[in-house]
């Protein structure tokens, strides 16, 4: 944190754990520590007795979560404050007992406040157990399940593990290299907060968009300079600044954007929780929090109302809806700007985002009740409707729709089916200009507004996939970077093939144009020494 910066605060600590830290320090949380267990997915779980399932240790139930007490180590169930749960029974029965873990998901909770709370020393206790539980097989490759006596030994420091700069970049490095090379510059890990993993994965794939990282790597927005933050609010953008200043510094131990989700919280009070998000709304709400700050600040509208912020320089398309009166032809047409581009799972199998492409522009009869009313008819018609794409963004997002809500069921469902997507897209076949000229039989020679220096060639350079089911699935990004795929599951990245993207549940498709790509591809060593005098930390080996 810069001194220079004095507005810039953490989060505020909750008072209970101030008072529980001050009177026991971090016992609680190295007994914790030894607990601690992690899946080969990365879900953090406190194992509290290996030969049976935990129960209540006052109704010998289960109501709700199950949380065990820092002090005491009881397990007790809480589901909701009005439910006379036994936790809060416990914690206001005994004095100084306010604090417990959630088993379920090793996260802190104040039964006096009834919210999660965050604390960075429970933080480093669990990140640090994570990397004690990572080994390398007989082949070099980091993973779980290795004997104790293989790992390395870690000193302690007030009771928690804790990793000096050279034990944990040695230990980062075994995991980034693998078996072949060390990673690129740029690439780390985030740490998982709790449920975070919706979060971690749509940061991934935005610290990596060409465009986007141009922007904030040449300094064009500066945390330490930066004037936009209000008394009792932060700024977004300097936090997500923040975080390309860390990324990008050649640091490999994973990064906990807690400072991005304190504040994220502060511009999105609704989503201010540790459950899981949907990754897809966070994308928009996160670019419209940023259309907020760089938008409105410089007053960057053009007078045709093209936003000349970065969110909207880097993202936003322009859509054509064109509704035709099936009695008499006239057609009524429409704009609308996009950020993203929602598809349909085609029903052919297996599924395609060129089927997916040709389904979003195909021409759809409306229904009875969506009758348009054409003026020449001056009455409300049967009509069709096709979509179409205007304008290309830099960066185009292909938002797959895996999640069914039926308002009339009052049930949703998650979407399993595979999708095959190519990893190079011409997007030419769905411009307006050429939906138009299909219309009428390639009659129309030229197209009002054709921009043929845009190019329609894209690659892609982040895929954000959901596994699991509705309630309890999980987000992974795939990284492309120069030609090797990488896989980004909050703190731990590896290598992976490509088959292995190919196969995933893409949720989030994000593709860039190749011109633009290959041209900040080239130019990115021109951004790796920072205005501001810092220069970026080299990492010998890496390309």
Not at 98 to 112: G, P
Not at 205 to 233: I, V
């Amino acid at each position: 944190m810069s001194s220079r910066n004095p507005s810039y605060t953490n989060p505020k600590p909750c008072k209970h754990l101030s008072d529980y830290k001050r009177k026991h320090g971090l016992n609680g949380y190295n007994l914790i520590q030894n607990h601690i267990k992690t899946s080969p997915h990365g879900k953090t779980t406190i194992d509290t007795c290996e030969s049976k399932a935990p129960t209540c240790s006052f109704c010998s139930g289960y109501q709700g979560r199950l949380y065990i007490c820092l002090i005491c180590s009881s397990v007790s169930c809480f589901l909701s404050p009005d439910s006379n749960p036994c936790a809060l029974f416990h914690a206001r029965s005994h004095v100084g007992h306010e604090i417990s873990v959630d088993i379920e998901r090793a996260e802190l909770y104040c039964f006096v406040c009834c919210d999660q709370v965050y604390d960075p020393d429970f933080d480093k206790a669990v990140m640090c157990k994570h990397v004690m539980g990572l080994g390398r097989n007989e082949n070099g490759v980091v993973g779980y399940g290795l004997r104790s006596s293989k790992r390395k030994r870690l000193g302690f420091v007030g009771g928690i593990v804790d990793l000096d700069s050279k034990s944990a970049k040695r230990l980062v490095s075994m995991r980034d290299r693998g078996s072949k090379s060390c990673f690129p510059l740029g690439l780390r890990g985030l740490n998982n907060l709790g449920n975070t993993c919706f979060m971690n994965s749509v940061l991934q794939a935005l610290l990596h968009a060409p465009p986007l990282r141009n922007y904030f790597l040449s300094d064009n927005h500066n945390h330490e300079t930066c004037r936009r933050r209000s008394p009792d609010q932060l700024c977004l953008p300097c936090d997500i600044d923040v975080i390309f200043s860390a990324v990008f510094s050649g640091e490999r131990t994973p990064y906990s954007p807690a400072q991005f989700l304190y504040s994220w919280w502060q511009h999105s009070e609704n989503l201010a929780c540790y459950e899981q998000q949907d990754a897809h709304e966070f994308f928009i709400a996160m670019l419209d929090r940023i259309h907020e700050k760089e938008g409105k600040a410089w007053n960057t509208i053009r007078e045709n109302g093209d936003c000349q912020c970065i969110a909207h320089r880097v993202f936003s398309g322009l859509l054509r809806s064109d509704v035709t009166c099936m009695s008499c032809g006239f057609t009524s047409t429409t704009y609308d700007p996009c950020v993203d581009i929602s598809l349909d799972l085609n029903s052919n199998t297996p599924s395609t985002l060129v089927g997916c492409l040709d389904l979003f522009t195909r021409p759809e009869k409306l229904g009875s009740d969506l009758k348009f009313f054409c003026q020449d008819c001056q009455e409300r018609r049967d009509s069709l409707k096709q979509m179409s794409i205007r304008r290309l963004p830099s960066v185009l997002c292909l938002h797959i729709k895996r999640f069914e809500h039926s308002s009339i069921r009052k049930m949703s469902r998650k979407i399993d089916r595979h999708l095959q997507f190519p990893f190079s897209l011409d997007m030419s076949p769905y411009l307006s200009s050429s939906i138009v000229r299909k219309r009428f039989g390639n009659r129309i020679f030229s197209f009002e507004g054709d921009e043929t220096d845009i190019s329609t060639d894209f690659e892609v350079f982040a895929v954000v996939t959901h596994s699991g089911m509705l309630e309890s699935g999980h987000y992974v990004t795939y990284l492309r970077l120069k030609n090797q795929w990488y896989k980004c599951d909050d703190a731990w990245i590896n290598e992976v093939d490509e088959e292995v993207v190919r196969a995933s549940q893409s949720y989030l498709i994000y593709y860039v144009q190749k011109v633009l790509s290959h041209r900040v591809s080239e130019d990115l060593s021109c951004l790796l020494v920072s205005p501001r005098g810092d220069t970026f930390v080299p990492i010998a080996g890496c390309c």
